[in-house]
């Protein structure tokens, strides 16, 4: 399992960016794409999920509306619009990569990093708002 992110920068409030995360080795359709972030001395949260077969997608509270995830099936990319950015989304953002997508169809504890497993997660890639 191989995910990359991308799309990090220096932007600042009120302005956009967009994350990518490319994946190879494992079977794409059958899985879920989260993304997480992590501020410095905080914990990793859930940011947005996508079950890739059935395209169900959630989001966190803090996210909803300025936030978007989509997927290019053909590209096994999945794609983290970001819009409206605030200083409380500075973080390094990851993606991972669920075998079992049913935690997100149901929005059921996908925004629990524990819940994915090593080697599934992305290297990250940081996200700075400036006020």
């Known amino acids: 399992v191989q995910l990359q992110a991308s799309g990090g920068g220096l932007v600042r409030v009120g302005g956009s960016l967009r994350l990518s995360c490319v994946t190879s080795?494992?079977?794409?359709?059958?899985?879920?794409i989260n993304w997480f972030r992590q501020a410095p001395g905080k914990q990793r949260e859930g940011v947005s999920c996508?079950?890739?077969?059935?395209?169900?997608?959630n989001y966190a509270d803090s996210v909803k509306s300025r936030f978007t995830i989509s997927s290019d099936n053909a590209k096994r990319t999945v794609y983290l619009q970001m819009d409206d950015l605030i200083p409380d989304d500075t973080a390094v953002y990851y993606c991972?990569?669920?075998?079992?997508?049913?935690?997100?169809?149901?929005?059921?504890?996908?925004?629990?990093?524990?819940?994915?497993?090593?080697?599934?997660w992305g290297q990250g890639t940081l996200v700075t708002v400036s006020s």
């Open positions: 991972s990569a669920v075998s079992n997508p049913v935690s997100c169809v149901f929005d059921d504890g996908w925004d629990d990093a524990s819940s994915v497993k090593s080697p599934n």
């Open positions: 080795g494992f079977d794409f359709d059958s899985y879920a």
């Open positions: 996508i079950s890739i077969a059935g395209g169900r997608t």
